[in-house]
């Protein structure tokens, strides 16, 4: 385990300003995990970032244009059942329809977003299919490393690696994606599938199976979208039993 104290000791030593710009807190940051984990830094050169949406990654690429952008997609169906139903489960506070528009909106912009860099020199890689040795090998060619079976498990500090966050039920002792916790075909009613199919649709460039969008289904996606989803009777109970 990293020594929190020393950690907070090392950055502070190495920076004495009173403020510090996001660009400079971040290469910092990693300075500092490199001086105490005793590495060289000028012998690592790879500097990653996670981002949860379109918004941080532009962000990011505005602080650091040479990036090289690596983005992981998923059937959107997969991603929306996924967090109606851990979100669902693990949020404390009531769940109301905002929060159900929230999802569904960033996931349809994610896709629109991610549309712009398709045709660039952008890495995809299908969560669905991520834990293939053909995609592992081809991301380390992208990151510019030594294939290694050992990189079939995922691994944080040489251990077994589980975020333990709340929306985990157990974790996977390979680190890959579950299929079997993920089949939105069972999941949504049959007008829900159809109205899906037409807002995520664009997602069909990626590889995910959608039918084509035709008259028929803009018109009767224009009379299903009357019809609330039957997640959002949850708020609709809510409301109904609220009491002031």
């Known amino acids: 385990d990293l020594n929190i104290n020393e950690f ?15 660009k400079e807190f971040f290469l910092l940051v990693n300075y500092s995990y490199h001086l105490l984990t005793f590495q060289n830094i000028n012998e690592n050169s790879l500097l990653i970032y996670h981002s949860h949406s379109f918004g941080e990654t ?46 569904i909106t960033r996931i349809h912009n994610d896709a629109l977003f991610f549309k712009n860099y398709f045709k660039q020199k952008k890495h995809f890689i299908k969560l669905e299919t991520a834990n293939s040795i053909y995609n592992k090998r081809k991301l380390c060619r992208f990151l510019n490393i030594k294939f290694d079976k050992k990189i079939m498990i995922a691994t ?49 460039r990626f590889g995910y199976r959608f039918y084509k969008i035709n008259l028929f289904n803009k018109i009767l ?20 039993n609220f009491k002031i």
């Open 58 to 103: 532009e962000h990011f690429l505005r602080l650091f244009p040479e990036s090289s952008l690596l983005i992981t997609i998923r059937d959107p169906r997969d991603n929306l059942k996924s967090s109606l139903i851990n979100t669902s489960k693990f949020k404390s506070s009531p769940i109301l329809n905002d929060f159900f528009f929230r999802k």
């Open 8 to 22: 907070k000791k090392i950055f502070k030593n190495n920076f004495s300003r009173e403020n510090i710009s996001i």
């Open 221 to 240: 996606f224009s009379f299903l979208s009357f019809l609330p989803f039957a997640f959002e009777f949850m708020s609709f109970r809510y409301i109904k």
């Open 156 to 204: 944080y500090g040489k251990n077994s690696f589980y975020s333990g966050d709340i929306y985990s039920d157990k974790s996977q002792p390979s680190g890959e994606y579950s299929l079997k916790r993920n089949q939105w075909l069972n999941y949504f009613f049959c007008y829900e599938k159809i109205m899906l199919n037409y807002l995520f649709n664009h997602f069909s």
